[in-house]
């Protein structure tokens, strides 16, 4: 009786953990929302900047804040452990320009990242995770003529692709089985580009030098996760 009933009971934790594991466990989400990305450090200095276009105008400036997307595909193998592609865009320039000054060139980016990721699933609506990935950013440089300064300059097309990584996580808020919120994540994210190459080329090879050859950013994104 007592084998029995010790049995019973382990078949229906194993048959409830399994039941629980198949209802909580999404083999596939598809994440899609807003990012911003914030430039710490590896970008444009205002020394290089007023080195680069002083003769030019005073009264440029350095932009450190980038608004964009942020979409990712997650396949998970089990409860615990997936693998995600991340895909994201942002634009802007790196130049902001004084008043009565337009023509600055256009800065956009794209990243492909791929890599492992680690979710907590519990019975809370909360699913934090953490991830790694590494990849492939492009940046480039629209060709554009600045106007409303002493002398026109122009600044040819650029485009510089290089070695991405993202390390971070967030958290995913269940609104029903299929769908959810992701609250936030967060990415240290860190690029190769290399200002000197990307900004020399669009206004002259010597005008921007001697900065870093790459650059540490803080990705911040938030929108919905379909779960299938």
Do not use: C
């Given at each position: 009786m007592i084998r029995s009933a010790v049995a019973t009971f382990i078949s229906t934790v194993l048959i409830g953990s399994l039941a629980f594991a198949q209802d909580s466990t999404p083999k596939v989400q598809v994440f899609g929302g807003y990012s911003l990305v914030h430039q710490i450090s590896g970008g444009i200095t205002d020394l290089s900047l007023d080195l680069a276009l002083r003769p030019v105008s005073i009264g440029f400036g350095v932009a450190t804040n980038f608004t964009g997307w942020n979409a990712e595909a997650q396949y998970n193998a089990d409860r615990w452990v997936g693998i995600v592609a991340d895909f994201s865009g942002r634009n802007g320039s790196s130049i902001t320009a004084p008043g009565g000054v337009s023509g600055m060139p256009n800065g956009t980016a794209y990243s492909i990242l791929a890599g492992p990721v680690i979710s907590y699933r519990t019975k809370s609506k909360m699913t934090?995770?953490?991830?790694?990935?590494?990849?492939?950013?492009?940046?480039?440089?629209?060709?554009?003529?600045?106007?409303?300064?002493?002398?026109?300059?122009?600044?040819?097309?650029?485009?510089?692709?290089?070695?991405?990584?993202?390390?971070?996580?967030?958290?995913?808020?269940?609104?029903?089985?299929?769908?959810?919120?992701?609250?936030?994540?967060?990415?240290?994210?860190?690029?190769?580009?290399?200002?000197?190459?990307?900004?020399?080329?669009?206004?002259?090879?010597?005008?921007?030098?001697?900065?870093?050859?790459?650059?540490?950013?803080?990705?911040?994104?938030?929108?919905?996760?379909?779960?299938?």
């Open positions: 934090p995770f953490l991830h790694v990935l590494a990849g492939w950013d492009r940046t480039s440089l629209s060709a554009s003529t600045i106007t409303g300064v002493m002398s026109p300059v122009s600044s040819a097309a650029t485009t510089y692709n290089d070695f991405a990584l993202a390390l971070g996580g967030g958290v995913d808020y269940s609104i029903v089985r299929h769908f959810a919120i992701r609250l936030v994540q967060v990415d240290y994210y860190h690029t190769s580009v290399n200002p000197n190459k990307l900004y020399g080329g669009a206004f002259g090879g010597t005008s921007f030098e001697g900065l870093p050859t790459h650059q540490v950013n803080l990705r911040l994104s938030a929108g919905a996760v379909l779960r299938f």
